[in-house]
């Protein structure tokens, strides 16, 4: 991008401030925000649908059954047969959504490559691409395999898998991609400069993905190869199965638009999000939202009727996800303490909210369909999330799980 192209960019949407400093700058400085300012969307800073996410109300509340294990295991042969065939087709691909830091597991590199051995290198990384393995030996066909980065973590990730072979994946069937980034703003929508060649941004949010995945080179490959659903995924579940055939065959069979897999609650209270209807349509409503009288509710069989907590493991039809591209999804509007630069160019760090980041969430991509399957997965097998280093869902109950389902560490 040149700088005329900049101004005219800037211009369009009222942020020609972001450009004060550009005469300062050093050349490599000066081709950074050139091309910070050509990445950027500035678009969500002009919405006027967005509000503050603590304001956003929540619709009518009802349950939405889950496929549970007994059905499943029913019909598994016929389920996996399903999958199988779209995999052997080249219909299906797997996401995996990799951007974050190890920040909280005390680790200054990316999460996936944090090591959770014991007697010997184990990577979470590793873990995802061997879990991915026993499906492509199943069905004797590489499955597209993307990975969604970040602007702090993507030259770190690409060289890490480079430097393990893939870790015995087919490298041509692995694309990297970066997830776009949205401005940080004051409260009248005034781009933050967090240094005079930097804009604050943040990652679009988990419902970004995809977007950033369209306007990448990884949108192309995706278009090329003739995909039809994609698996997404998170990084920090060690154990979940990926583009599992049971699951995309049962999402096919039954006609439904999207799936989630999905686990029976530890507890009334624990904090994952659940699969519902709200205002008919499939939803997930945060553990935070579930008030006393859903928490007690009761299903036709006495059980908890919100009971099937999500994984952050979906399947989606992409000819869905291109139709909610086109519609636009909702924008979440959050207020963040944001570091910037004071009028004399001297860097403050509020000890209060001073400003709104804009993020998309996956959840809402699962909402804007007419279907979605909740599909149950045993906790013990799927199940072993690492966001702490002690404690619940953390590196040492992890390593528990991997443990009790025979993977050496």
Known sequence: MTYEEACEKLGRYGQLHVLKYYEELAEEQKEALLAQIDATDFSVLSTKEAEVEKEVGRGTIMPLSAMEL???EARREEFTEIGLRAIREGKVGAVLLAGGMGTR?????????????????VYIFERIIYNTME???AAGKWIPFFIMTSDKNHEATVKFFQEHNYFGYDKDSICFFRQEMAPASDYNGKVYMEEKGKMATSPNGNGGWFISMQRSDAGR???EAGIQWLNVFAVDNVLQRI?????IGAVIATDNASGSKVVRKAAPDEKVGVMC???????????????????EAK?????????????????FRVSDL???????????????KIPYLDEDGDLVRPQEPNGYKYEQLVLDMVHELSSSLPYEVVREKEFAPIKNKTGIDSVESARKLLQKNGVPL
């Open 322 to 336: 291109e139709m909610i591209l086109n519609n636009k999804l909702p924008l979440h509007v959050v207020e963040k």
């Open 135 to 137: 499906v492509v030996e």
């Open 243 to 247: 583009a599992d055939p049971c699951f």
């Open 299 to 315: 299903n036709e069989k006495g059980e908890p009727a919100y009971n099937f907590g999500v994984i952050l493991n979906y399947l």
């Open 70 to 72: 007994d059905e499943i």
């Open 105 to 121: 597991l005390g680790s200054d590199d990316p999460k996936g490559m944090y090591d959770i051995g014991l007697t010997k290198p």
């Open 221 to 223: 490959k995706m278009k």
């Open 277 to 295: 209807l709200e205002d008919g349509r499939p939803s997930i409503i945060e553990y935070y939202e579930l008030t006393e009288e859903l928490m």
